[in-house]
């Protein structure tokens, strides 16, 4: 069974500094990650999509994949209270099927 | 544009009841998905449209039906409510199934 796994912290960092949120997969073929980031009751909304080796970034977020480790990683650089939410990782394999982490819950404290 | 609506916003129905949730999107994507999401559980998906024309199970499809009624629109039925369908229901879209998924704002189901 294909599987996203993310700690479910949470993961508490002060006001401006580095969170850093991990992901791992188990699907070799997966061909396509994405980062989303839910709010309590609300929907989840895209931060970043990333389909190749390497760094991606986008202002304060930095997305990286490593397909050889199966490991995909968020950084957001000087962290606000209003990033405090859950943050989920999400793969497609080739068939497209999306599979969705648990989620790490986020806490920046001021 | 206002992306991906769904209705109701909220819902409770009784044990045996049916209901349609009903999920649309003006972003002219091809792929179509609704998926639950239950405390501890994540999102799961229940199933997706590929293209208009076509829908396909994932992973919890039993005690749901869908339908495709063109390329905006994909409505997902209940036909005999339970309990265990408790969740939150998300829909969502992607211009096609290779790519990033944008997402409602969700139907909140309570069944007693």
């Known amino acids: 069974q294909k599987e996203v796994e993310q700690n479910s912290g949470p993961l508490s960092v002060p006001e401006g500094a580095i969170a850093s949120l991990n992901c791992t997969y188990s699907d070799r073929g997966s061909q396509s990650f994405f980062w989303y980031r839910q709010y309590s009751g609300k929907s989840p909304e895209l931060i970043m999509s990333i389909y190749s080796n390497g760094d991606k970034e986008d202002g304060r977020f930095t997305a990286q994949l490593n397909k050889a480790s199966q490991y995909v990683s968020l950084l957001i650089r000087d962290s606000q209270p209003s990033d405090s939410a859950t943050y989920l990782c999400?793969?497609?394999?080739?068939?497209?099927?999306?599979?969705f982490g648990r989620g790490t819950s986020l806490i920046v404290h001021p | 544009n206002a992306g991906v609506t769904q209705t109701p916003k909220f819902q409770v129905l009784k044990t045996g009841q049916s209901m349609t949730l009903q999920c649309a999107q003006d972003m002219n994507h091809n792929s179509m998905y609704w998926y639950r999401q239950d405390p501890g559980m994540g999102l799961r998906l229940i199933y997706y449209s590929a293209s208009e024309g076509t829908t396909d199970k994932g992973e919890v499809p039993n005690g749901y039906n869908v339908s495709r009624l063109n390329k905006r629109e994909f409505s997902l039925r209940l036909e005999s409510a339970a309990p265990s369908q408790t969740s939150v229901y998300f829909c969502?879209?992607?211009?096609?199934?290779?790519?990033?998924?944008?997402f409602g704002p969700g139907t909140r189901l309570t069944v007693t």
């Open positions: 969502a879209s992607s211009v096609d199934r290779a790519y990033e998924q944008y």
């Open positions: 999400a793969s497609k394999e080739r068939s497209y099927i999306p599979t």
